[in-house]
Structures are given as C-alpha cells and as structure tokens.
C-alpha cells in the first residue's frame, strides 16, 4: 500500500483508540522504506508521543515485569518503559519495532498486550494506540515467522515505496532538491535492495535522506562528496547521483524563467528534470510572498514548453503538492490544463 494511504490508516486507527474500535496494526517492509518514520509522523501531528519496545533487544521478563513477594504473595512490578498516561501523557503510540526479530519467547510475551492491551495487572491507557512492524523473511534481516496467534491479534499492511509520495516527504523535511531531480530522472533507484546480494549500501528512502546530508556535509570536496554519496546509497547509485550533480551548471537561469522573460528548454533528459524540480524548489520558498501568482504562472508557461508534455505534468503535478490551490487561481492554469487535456493523470 502506498505510504499516503497507509499513514491514513494510521491516523484513523490513532484516532480510534479513544473509542474504543482500535485494531493494532503491523506494517511489513524491507528495510529503509520509511515504517519507523511513518508511525512518528503520526503520533506527532496528533500531539502524542512513541514509546518504542524493540522486542529483539529483550527478554520475556523485562515485558513481564520482576516479581516480589507481597503479604506472602508474588505481584509483578510494572515495567516503567510501558505506557502511563500519568508520566508519558493520555495520548500516544505503543510502538513495537523490529517484532519480527523477536524470539518466540519474547513474542509470545506480547500476546495478551497486543489483543487484550494488558498484561498481568497492567493496562494499556485508553488513547494509546498499537503499532509494529517488521522485516519480511526475505528481507536478509533477523527474522522469525511469525506465530499465528501473534499474527491473529493484527491488521495486516505491506509498505509499498512511492516515488510520489516520496517527493512530497521530501519538499516537506527540506531535502535537497538536486536528490529530488535526480530520483525523478532515475526513480527505480528510490529503492533498489537486492536481497540475494546482501548489499551494505543500496538505495532507499531513508539512505537518500542520508545523501542528502552528505550534501550538506561533503560538498566542498568533490572527491569527498562522491565517497560519501556511495557511502549512503552504494556505489553504482552514488556516482551516478555525483554525475548528476556535476552537470546542473548546464542548467537554464531560472531566474529569467520565474520572471516570464523566458528560457530555453535543456535538451538533455536529466537537465530538464532538474529545471522542473528546481522552478518546485523556487516557487516553494515564494509562498508567502506577493510574487507567487505570477511566478506560478511564469512557471506554468514554461511547464507547457516542454518537448515531451509529460514533463510538464510532472512539473504541475509537483507544484501542486507544493503549494496547494492556489495555484488553481493563476488564469495561466486553465490554459495549461487545456493544452494538456488529453495527457491521463494518475494520482
């Protein structure tokens, strides 16, 4: 499922908790397509906080609690990491990470937490959701099948990488736009993890977050900066990012494109990718400002100027996401819109 869609189920089941109708949810994935991420962002737009269990780093007792002796009877202590509406708030995310990874003595140990949102004498606080999530056994992790008891107590989600939906992250958290360019140009390397190799670096969506650092870090050096960028994402991915970097002088002057005094149209297929994520990246820190509507309609002039029209969809499409309707007030849209009337836009 896309993470857009996912992270609505998400919010739905977030929300839900409080009535009473919450399902715990498991998302599967391989590593580095974003399910940690995703269950964070949620508990932050809700105002609530995670409290992450990594069953693979614990024993049964250290969810079971420690016994003592009472009165000549064992009670269990509580384990201070589980939820408690007093010291963690009244709303939040019991997060259980790495579940696959966990021993079956272990999982079996979350049974009753999962299903029941209790163990032994403690209860999960009404307004706490449930989430986990895991490697797939194909995935070249620490993975166990899971039982299906275990599996039985869940609603079942695969998180499928979107390169869309990814794009929206991105513009969002700040990344680099040359990154975002270039997955445009190249958007089978978003997520290339091939499992029978068992690669040390390869490209995802968390490691593309990670090239966008080194950006940020190494590029001063060139010689640095290409090692970093095969450090994050792997080699072949790296150099080819760096290449990628290297050729942007070519670029148009945006500038003359944002102020309608027109530009040239790039030739080569990876410059005009860049041009568009870069007129994105320009229009966005515009928002607020006075200028926007006619850079947005400079913008859509140029968007129409592209050999292949798709381009400028993709273009649009991006603008869109970025800055919302109103880009539906420029009157340069309805004549864009026109122009592209026939080329079908999937969402």
């Known amino acids: 499922m896309r993470p857009a869609q996912l992270l609505s189920i998400l919010e ?33 737009s809700g105002n609530g906080r995670v409290v992450d269990i990594r069953l693979s780093q614990m024993e049964p007792s250290d969810l079971r609690g420690i016994p003592f002796n009472k009165d ?47 163990l032994g004498e403690y209860r999960v606080p009404d307004g706490w959701a449930i989430f986990a999530a895991g490697n797939r056994q194909g995935d070249r992790g620490v993975t166990y ?8 107590r869940f609603s079942h989600y695969e998180v499928d990488v979107n390169l869309d939906d990814w794009v929206s992250w991105a513009w969002k958290s700040g ?66 990012l760096a290449a990628f970097i290297e050729n942007l002088h070519n670029l148009p002057d945006l500038d003359m494109i944002l102020s309608g005094e027109g530009a040239d ?16 990246g320009r229009a966005i820190k515009l928002r607020d400002s006075d200028r926007l509507e006619s850079v947005l309609g400079n913008v859509l002039d140029y968007a129409g100027r592209f050999p292949q029209r798709e381009m ?30 026939d080329v079908m836009l999937y969402e």
């Open 12 to 44: 739905r089941e977030y929300q839900s908790a409080d009535s009473g109708h919450h399902t715990p949810v498991m998302l599967w994935g391989p590593p580095g397509v974003g399910k940690s991420q995703m269950v964070a962002q949620i508990a932050e």
């Open 72 to 118: 000549g009877l064992v009670e269990w202590s509580i384990p201070a990491l589980l939820p408690d509406a007093s010291r963690h708030g009244e709303h939040g995310i019991l997060f259980l990470d790495e579940i696959t990874s966990a021993p079956p003595t272990v999982s079996a140990a979350a049974y009753q937490l999962i299903l029941d949102r209790r």
């Open 145 to 152: 099948t899971m039982p299906a008891p275990l599996a039985n």
């Open 175 to 240: 990344v680099d736009e040359r990154v975002i360019s270039f997955l445009r140009f190249r958007p089978e390397l978003l997520f290339d993890f091939d499992p029978a190799h068992n690669p040390v670096a390869f490209p995802s969506p968390r490691s593309w977050e990670f090239a966008h650092r080194a950006l940020n870090k190494f590029e001063p050096n060139s010689e640095l900066l290409r090692g970093a960028l095969q450090g994050c994402v792997g080699n072949a991915a790296g150099i080819e």
């Open 265 to 280: 149209v790039p030739k080569e297929i990876d410059l005009q990718y860049a041009v568009a994520t870069a007129l994105v």
């Open 312 to 341: 400028g969809v993709m273009l649009v499409s991006d603008l869109h996401r970025a800055v919302g309707e109103k880009l539906f007030a420029v009157p340069q849209f309805g004549e864009w819109a026109k122009a592209i009337a």
